[in-house]
């Protein structure tokens, strides 16, 4: 029964990130919580586990998009990807196994998610928070950052897991949504600057033919076609990460129909592009200016591990494992090392968005709207592009900025101040033009970050250790 009750959980869990059934996210964990009633550390770990562990397998199917580009490959990464977010779930499951007041319960889990999306092998997707992209809720993280969602979310269903067996607590379950409503609703609305109009370009290349260097002449016929479509009275046109094929700085020869854009329009125009600098690549942005200057204005901080780059290179070598790591990942990419405002942009670069940090950051520094072009072509239209793209509803309301995505294939659009959804726009290519609203206020969020929250949820946890009376076991779920 135990087990079921995890992996149902795992699976209401995994389905609130699909478009519009976030709801689920404050019931997916209440059977898991369930589940840890009188089992003690050990079962509790292996029970973690066992969630941990389905949940990112569904969470990462999406990998098997990748077979075409590394083959089998794509399945061993799902699975070791499943076996890391397991081990965290399991770390959890043993503490929850020894104890299960729900505030202990909801200050670790806030604890845990925050834990799993920091250091250069954090990963956020499948963290609570994307689930309430776009919902009322998601204001509140201006407050907080996301991880006070997570700790409404996980003391909602920790209550509701006790209420089964005193159904006195039930009404206190209603304080998690209700506070979080409250706190987003309490907010002042941000006055705007002004406005600017941007031409977002989606020219839907997959990703077979964006690799193919022999394409390189479609793709340019492609991107010439789309930026005679841009209007002239654009204040900038975006164009998603690794744009072609090419190394644009350096190749000048493929720079062609963005310059010539940007000369007959008299507007600046924001590229992606690979780019070698004393043998080093990075991911960047290009822009070309109506006045001629032309200059790469952000290179990615956050790589993507075994993505962009293999953690311990060195060690896979020492292992004999040189020549299978290679096989898919021949070089790493350097990460950039300033993450600074593009006039009155601040641009990330797509996995970039996934976290708190770089957005907030630029925000401080007096960037009024954000921006993400990405690649997301590697994953076909699977769920994960929408979770991505969901993050954007978390981005904009911790920083009280709009926050736009343009996307190799999809998916671009637009989130605005408050966390809701400004324009989605279709599958397949097309210049979409949005005039949207600048802002250089800043959040709570955005002067103090995540620290107060982590002490909150870590104040929680204890108080939920010191006031719980443990007893005997009670007689739960069957075994």
Known sequence: MRAVLVLLGAGLLWASFFPGFGFLAWLALAPFFLAFDGVGPKRGALLGFLFGFSFFALEFSALASLRPFIGPMAYGVNFLLA???????????????WRSSPLFLAGLWALLEAGRGAGPLGFTFGSVPA???????VAASALGGPWLLSLGVAFTAALLAKSLRKPKLFPLALLGPFLLWALGAALPEPKPTGTVRLALVQPDINQADRLDRRKLPEILARYERLLTKVPNDVDLIVIPENATPAFLRIEREY????????????????????DIEEGKVRNTMLLLTPEGRESVVYAKIHLVPFGEYVPGRSVWERLGLASVIDQFLPFDQTPGERLEPVGIYGVVICFESAFPGPSRVLAKKG???LLVPTNDAWFGRTRILWE????????AAETGRVFLQAGQTGITGAWGPDGRELARFPWGEGVFVLAVPRFSGRTPYTLVGDFPVLILAGGLSIWGLAGWKRG???AGPTP
């Open 83 to 97: 076996v890391y977010g397991g081990i965290f779930l399991g770390v959890f499951g043993a503490f929850a196994g």
């Open 131 to 137: 689930a309430l992209a776009g919902s009322p809720f």
């Open 255 to 274: 720079l062609k129909p963005f310059s010539q854009a940007v000369k007959e329009k008299g507007v600046p125009l924001l590229v992606g592009t690979a």
């Open 367 to 369: 960037a009024e709207v």
């Open 388 to 395: 991505h793209y969901a993050m954007g509803s978390l981005r």
């Open 472 to 474: 005997p076991a009670k």
